[in-house]
């Protein structure tokens, strides 16, 4: 039973990781970097955002955006802003479908 419920724990994983990258098939992973200072404008005017993203990404403007009506806006902000706050490298994946502005999808603090 125990065996059965690991595999099934196993296999929600797997199918919860491959998700993200299914749906944003024009996103890319950014690579490890340290955000620079943090950007903050109204709601759905790339509310928040995140500087110094590494030219790996793609993203002509240099910085990657979380609108205040994402999914997870607020905790995504919150830990970016901590990673921020205690010098952390992140990596964060972006979807570039928006007219070229990078999105943030998801993200790792290293």
Known sequence: MLKTM????ATAMVAALALPMAAHAEGRWTGEFK????YVSSGVNF?????????????????????ETD?????KIAALLLAYAQGKSIDIFVDTGDGG?????????K
């Open 6 to 9: 690991q595999g099934i724990a």
């Open 101 to 109: 502005y990078c999105h943030v999808v998801e993200f790792v603090v």
């Open 47 to 67: 509310h928040f955002r995140v500087s110094n993203v590494p030219a790996t990404a793609n993203c002509p403007q240099t910085w990657a955006y979380i609108n």
């Open 35 to 38: 955000p620079g200072g943090p």
């Open 71 to 75: 999914s997870g806006a607020k905790g």
